[in-house]
């Protein structure tokens, strides 16, 4: 499915000009359609995904709890 640059910065939350920026830059693929800009939607579904999985890590990681400290027992 094809967006427009104003749909796809709907779609992730970012500014218009923003996105029009990376579509000159070439880091959002687009292709040129005589009128305007469009995006294929596909290629933003990996980067969700690494989203998601960063999302979980960090949940992980800050809902693990810390361990004993081993110093706590030591008398001098």
Known sequence: MYMTIEETAEYLGMPVE????Y???GRIRSVH???????NRSQ???YFKQLETLK???E???NEPL???????DED
């Not at 923003?18 to 920026?21: A, G, H, S």
């Not at 359609?33 to 995006?39: A, H, K, L, T, Y």
């Open 23 to 25: 579509v000159w830059e």
């Open 44 to 46: 933003f579904d990996t």
């Open 60 to 62: 992980e990681y800050l």
């Open 18 to 21: 923003q996105v029009r920026k």
């Open 67 to 73: 361990p004993p400290d081993r110093d706590i027992k």
């Open 33 to 39: 359609d005589g009128e305007q800009f469009v995006i």
């Open 56 to 58: 979980k890590q960090m």
